[in-house]
Structure formats: structure tokens, C-alpha cells
């Protein structure tokens, strides 16, 4: 199976702060990767698929960037809204893998 | 708009049996494979199922092969996962998602206790 490495587990930041959040893949995954958002008691939100592909209507401070076994989550300006745990997602090859997830707080 | 709603959570002893649903609507469900995910309390998610547009291929990890099933019907827009022999580690939200993974439905709370 592809291990994902997520990193940081944890984040604080403040609003305005350029946030990077990175899932580390076990082997090549080319560029199947997706990130998520998920808020408390919600479900998860797509963000951004296939590596660097933004999600319709989400916003443009969102970005991913990354190919092969390493990728990143940017946010380039945080906002209140953007308090949530993130997570990446293989889906490059069987089973299905996903990074433990990055909880984002407001310092 | 797209949406999926999963029922059929609850209480259940070791070694017993539950299925649960998921209706969708707001796209053409034929059209899509679809897929469970599950997420454990305080724990990552795990990918339980997928099954594809037709229903005649379905995958699944280690970890539930054998003991569950998913299938669709897609007549009634709506996919299911019957569980079996279920085991207190699979206590979990688990969600129904479209593939590519772009939409999830809100989750349902299965608990397997004695």
C-alpha cells in the first residue's frame, strides 16, 4: 500500500499568513493527489484535484503544486473561514490512501 | 446541486449485520463509480469500497474484503454497503463520496459495541 506522510499534524497561524501544508507519498503517485477541507460535523470539501487543479468555486488563495511522491497545500492568505483540518488523498493506485490530516488553527 | 444522504447508522453488537445506503441526486448517478469511506473516531479516513457504473466491478482494501459488500441500484439513484461480522474497529463515520472524490455526503455514525 502508498503510505501518505502528511505534515504538520498541527498548525497555528495567523489571519493574512501564508500556510503550507505537505503529504510526503510512499512511491510515485504522477499527480493523483487531491486535497480536502473538512470542517467540524461536515463533510469533507474538495479543494484541489490532481495535484494543482482548483475545485470550482473555490477560492483563488487555494493552491497545490507537486508531482511524483511529494506535494503542497498553500494557502496564501488565511482567513477565519480556513479554520478546519486538511488532507491529502492517493488516488494513484489501490487501495486508496489518505494523508492523517492537518488541524489549522487561528493563533 | 449535487447531493448524497446516508442512512441506516446505529448501534450494533460484534458479528452482527448492518447496511447502509446512500441516496443521490443532483447528477446522473449511472454515470459515476462510487465509493465508502469511513473515519474512525479521532482517527485518519480509510477507504472502504468503490464500486463502478455498471456495478460489475468492486474493490475493496484488507481490511473488509470478505465481509463487505458494496452494490447500487441505479434505477433508484442510490448505493449501498452491507456490512457483515462487523468488529468493534469498525465503529466509524462512514460516507459515501462520488468518484473522483469530489463530493461527499454528510456521514453516518455506525458503532459496533456490546
Known amino acids: 500500500d502508498i503510505q501518505m506522510t502528511q505534515s504538520p499534524s498541527f498548525l497555528s497561524a495567523s489571519v493574512g499568513d501564508r500556510v503550507t501544508i505537505n503529504c510526503k507519498a510512499s512511491?510515485?503517485?504522477?499527480?493523483?493527489l487531491n486535497w480536502y477541507q473538512q470542517k467540524l460535523g461536515e463533510a469533507p470539501k474538495l479543494l484541489i484535484y490532481?495535484?494543482?487543479s482548483l475545485q470550482t468555486g473555490i477560492p483563488s488563495r487555494f493552491s497545490g503544486s507537486g508531482s511524483g511522491t511529494d506535494f503542497t497545500l498553500t494557502i496564501s492568505s488565511l482567513q477565519p473561514e480556513d479554520v478546519a483540518t486538511y488532507f491529502c488523498?492517493?488516488?494513484?493506485?489501490?487501495?486508496?490512501?489518505f494523508g492523517a490530516g492537518t488541524k489549522l488553527e487561528l493563533k | 446541486e449535487v447531493q448524497l444522504v446516508e442512512s441506516g447508522g446505529g448501534l450494533v453488537q460484534p458479528g452482527r449485520s448492518l447496511k447502509l445506503s446512500c441516496a443521490a441526486s443532483?447528477?446522473?448517478?449511472?454515470?459515476?463509480?462510487m465509493a465508502w469511506v469511513r473515519q474512525a473516531p479521532k482517527k485518519g479516513l480509510e477507504w472502504v469500497a468503490t464500486?463502478?457504473?455498471?456495478?460489475?466491478?468492486?474493490y475493496y482494501p484488507d481490511s473488509v474484503k470478505g465481509r463487505f459488500t458494496i452494490s447500487r441500484d441505479n434505477a433508484k439513484s442510490s448505493l449501498y454497503l452491507q456490512m457483515n461480522s462487523l468488529k468493534s474497529e469498525d465503529t466509524a463515520t462512514y460516507y459515501c463520496?462520488?468518484?473522483?472524490?469530489?463530493?461527499w455526503g454528510q456521514g453516518v455514525m455506525v458503532t459496533v459495541s456490546s
Open positions: 463520496a462520488r468518484r473522483p472524490f469530489d463530493y
Open positions: 443532483g447528477f446522473t448517478f449511472s454515470n459515476y463509480y
Open positions: 464500486i463502478s457504473t455498471s456495478g460489475s466491478r468492486t
Open positions: 512511491q510515485n503517485i504522477n499527480r493523483y
Open positions: 490532481n495535484a494543482n
Open positions: 488523498l492517493q488516488h494513484n493506485s489501490w487501495p486508496y490512501t
